[in-house]
């Protein structure tokens, strides 16, 4: 199993528990050093109370895990930007009342609307 994998089954738990959800986690090994970068997000914009407690449990979990080795780390933990696409259609409610029209049929697109389906209102 992959190390990002790991990480994943071994943190979600402590991210749910919370409230909030484990979108993905990246790992980079600059040199003898990894970074490892968990995105969580939550039903509604993540403030820097939430992801300070987040960060805290998974830093503990990573302390502790005997997959991490010996190889010093470096724990990030992040919100998903604006820029990043939606990992799933869950979250998209949320994020509706600022998104235009077009973000809007491109949610009913990936719901599986057919674009055709999808006529614009008369004005």
Avoid: Y
Avoid at 18 to 39: A, M, N, W, Y
Avoid at 71 to 87: A, I, K, M, N, W
């Amino acid at each position: 199993m992959a190390l990002s994998d790991q990480i994943s089954q071994l943190v979600t738990p402590a991210v749910e528990s919370q409230g909030l959800f484990l979108e993905d986690v990246h790992i980079v090994s600059p040199g003898k050093h990894r970074i490892v970068t968990c995105i969580v997000d939550g039903p509604t914009s993540l403030n820097l109370d939430q992801v300070t407690a987040v960060s805290r449990a998974i830093s503990e979990l990573l302390d502790e895990a005997t997959f991490m080795g010996e190889t010093p780390f470096t724990l990030e933990v992040t919100s998903p930007g604006v820029d990043r696409p939606l990992p799933h259609l869950d979250i998209f409610p949320r994020t509706k009342a600022g998104c235009s029209r077009s973000s809007r049929l491109m949610a009913r697109w990936l719901q599986g609307e057919e674009w055709n389906q999808m006529r614009p209102p008369l004005l």
